[in-house]
């Protein structure tokens, strides 16, 4: 007889999980969206720094406007200091960096310029 009081608990478990999962997705974009770039245009190196301090390692992916990933890694900020990544080796032109940790996501531009 009490089958009813029982799925209710469940479904508002169930509800309160999903609403966290989404604060929580949100709190990292907006952590993620703080990561700066520079220089902007760049020729042989660009960098990556984040005031927050953030213990997992972000991946990131630098894909040029057809689409193609030119570069692909991961960067820690766990001491909140900048990260270096060489792109010396890329053609000059535009390019989209994604910044991605869980299922949050940014994306930053950078011009490469050659010399």
């Known amino acids: 007889m009490n089958k009813k009081c029982f799925f209710i608990p469940l ?12 604060e929580v997705t949100q709190d990292i974009e907006a952590i993620l969206s703080e990561i700066k770039v520079y220089p902007n245009p760049a020729t042989e190196v660009i960098y990556f720094k984040l005031e927050n301090r953030l213990e997992e390692a972000i ?3 630098i894909i040029d406007v057809s689409g193609k990933t030119e570069l692909s890694g991961q960067v820690s900020f766990k001491n909140s200091e900048e990260q270096s990544i060489e792109i010396g080796h890329l053609k000059g032109g535009l ?3 994604y910044f991605k940790l869980d299922n949050a996501e940014t994306v930053k531009q950078i011009i490469k310029d050659d010399l």
């Not at 479904?11 to 989404?22: A, M, Q, T």
């Open 59 to 61: 991946s990131f992916e």
């Open 11 to 22: 479904v508002f478990f169930f509800i309160l999980l999903s609403c966290k999962e989404e």
């Open 95 to 97: 390019y989209l960096i």
